[in-house]
């Protein structure tokens, strides 16, 4: 999965010989962008961008870059609370002695499954994604 994230422009340097770029925050944590893709969106500090990879890919408005971001925040806790979940699950289903889950699987199944990731496809751990 792709994730691309708000950040807010915090200076601008075309000086640097790697190409036009932007000093930008994302959650406190400051980092040095590409911008040669919005070269001609003329960013400024204050401007927010949609960062992936290290480019920043486009400009985004204020009120859609902090919805984002509260989204971003909230997926956070349900994902936590989905761990919790699963981890008491499986010690009062005898999981923790490694019993659970494989009855009626194939032999070794257990020493090669994975847990699935939130959002992928299954099958996607493994290599062969089924589709869309």
Do not use: K
Request: charge should be negative; include cysteine; hydrophobic fraction near 40%.
């Amino acid at each position: 999965m792709c994730l691309g994230v708000p950040g807010l422009v915090v200076g601008v340097d075309d000086t640097d010989g790697g190409g036009p770029s932007a000093l930008v925050e994302v959650g406190g944590a400051r980092r040095r962008v590409n911008t040669a893709l919005l070269q001609d969106e003329g960013l400024g500090v204050g401007d927010w961008v949609l960062i992936h990879v290290g480019f920043a890919l486009a400009r985004l408005d204020e009120d859609e870059a902090l919805a984002t971001l509260r989204d971003l925040a909230s997926l956070e806790t349900v994902y936590a609370d989905e761990l919790d979940a699963m981890a008491r699950s499986a010690t009062s289903s005898g999981a923790a002695t490694g019993s659970a889950g494989t009855a009626g699987a194939p032999a070794g199944a257990a020493a090669t499954a994975r847990p699935a990731t939130p959002g992928t496809r299954p099958g996607a751990a493994e290599g062969r994604e089924g589709p869309g």
